[in-house]
């Protein structure tokens, strides 16, 4: 008789261990998307190592408006499009105890030059928003671009 109550006592437990589990990405994902909305900027140390003036973007719920600018001052992007995302599941972005970031693939349309598809890494934490590639074949990543939250401005725009 008591090996029957230790015998539901874990199978309660188990349940609730497998439940807590898939609720902990869900939870991550519905934070990290909301953070992703609002008004970022290219870092000044970013802008210069990557020969860029500067960079900003407002994030909606479902469009980007982007703006690049050269050295020269010459506008190299400057457009409103459509985006959507997808979940990408790995370890270290499910680990609620490992890291802050969530990342997603990211299809935009007319933001030449960079490419249609990429990589979106959101870090709460830090509040960094990063857009890249990576070629699995050599395992390098490329960096297109690398924002910052601004609070400020998107307490004032949303």
Not at 23 to 50: D, E, M, R
Not at 60 to 84: G, K, L
Not at 101 to 123: A, C, G, N, W
Request: aromatic share 12%.
């Amino acid at each position: 008789m008591d090996i029957n109550k230790y015998a539901i006592g874990i199978i309660i437990v188990v349940i609730l261990l497998i439940i807590l589990s898939s609720a902990i990405p869900y939870h991550k994902h519905v934070c990290h998307k909301s953070f992703l909305k609002g008004f970022w900027q290219a870092p000044i140390t970013f802008c210069k190592n990557s020969d860029i003036g500067s960079a900003c973007a407002y994030i909606t719920e479902d469009t980007i408006y982007m703006i690049m600018i050269d050295n020269s001052n010459n506008v190299m992007i400057n457009n409103y499009v459509p985006y959507t995302l997808s979940y990408v599941h790995n370890v270290k972005s499910w680990n609620p105890l490992n890291n802050t970031y969530m990342e997603y693939e990211i299809e935009v349309t007319d933001l030449d030059p960079l490419p249609s598809s990429m990589k979106l890494r959101i870090d709460m934490y830090n509040g960094i928003l990063m857009f890249y590639t990576e070629d699995d074949e050599t395992d390098k990543s490329t960096i297109y671009l690398q924002l910052l939250k601004n609070n400020n401005a998107t307490t004032g725009i949303l």
